[in-house]
């Protein structure tokens, strides 16, 4: 059966994706809390209902690629070859996501999320989502339950040193180059954690 997205569909994906384009250059210029819905419709083109088609308000822009994550993370875990570890297929994912929006995006929304608690909060559930799958796949390779706290310990370990790793990247303090040896470094850390007793 063809999987193929139709005309309509990629062509919603393409208005969805300049949307968000758009919505964060116009943070960049004129601040988060100075640019309306109204200011980036305009901007793409089009009524702020269809902006709402998309988007159900101007927060979620900041974590649209973050949702879509999530469902990355959980399709690689999930369609992993046999003996692949969770924490090295999620690592690889990691290595993609550092480099997908670019150092500048990333110290924008950085510096938008950060600057309001309840943004930040928003961040933080996110990054609790991806822990709970990267959690339950390591449980699947260690074939272990709930009380086992070693596979939730790893992926805290895990996200937390990927993230640590990600920001400097923004920061442009490692490069593109460096990457892949200090999230390895970070996952072989967070898999010290799997060994010894539950």
Do not use: N
């Not at 101007?58 to 990355?72: G, S």
């Not at 640590?164 to 180059?177: F, K, M, N, Y």
């Amino acid at each position: 059966m063809d999987q193929r997205p139709t005309l309509r569909e990629r062509e919603r994906q393409q208005r969805h994706r300049l949307i968000a384009d758009t919505a964060l250059r116009l943070f960049a210029d004129r601040g988060f809390e100075d640019t309306t819905v109204q200011d980036i419709a305009s901007a793409v083109g089009i009524a702020p209902r269809t902006f709402f088609l998309h988007f159900p308000g101007k927060d979620d822009v900041l974590f649209d690629l973050d949702v879509r994550r999530c469902a990355d993370l959980a399709d690689r875990l999930a369609d992993r070859t046999s003996g692949t570890g969770a924490l090295d297929t999620a690592a690889q994912v990691v290595h993609g996501w550092i480099t997908e929006r670019g150092a500048g995006t990333e110290r924008l929304l950085a510096r938008i999320i950060g600057g309001s608690p309840a943004l930040a909060a928003r961040g933080r559930l996110q990054v609790s989502r991806y822990q709970d799958l990267l959690t339950a796949a390591l449980h699947a390779d260690l074939g272990t339950g709930p009380d086992d706290t070693r596979p939730a310990m790893a992926a805290a370990a895990a996200l937390a040193g990927w993230e640590h790793t990600g920001r400097r990247h923004a920061r442009g303090e490692v490069a593109v180059a460096d990457l892949p040896g200090l999230l390895a470094r970070a996952t072989a850390s967070a898999a010290t954690l799997l060994t010894g007793t539950p």
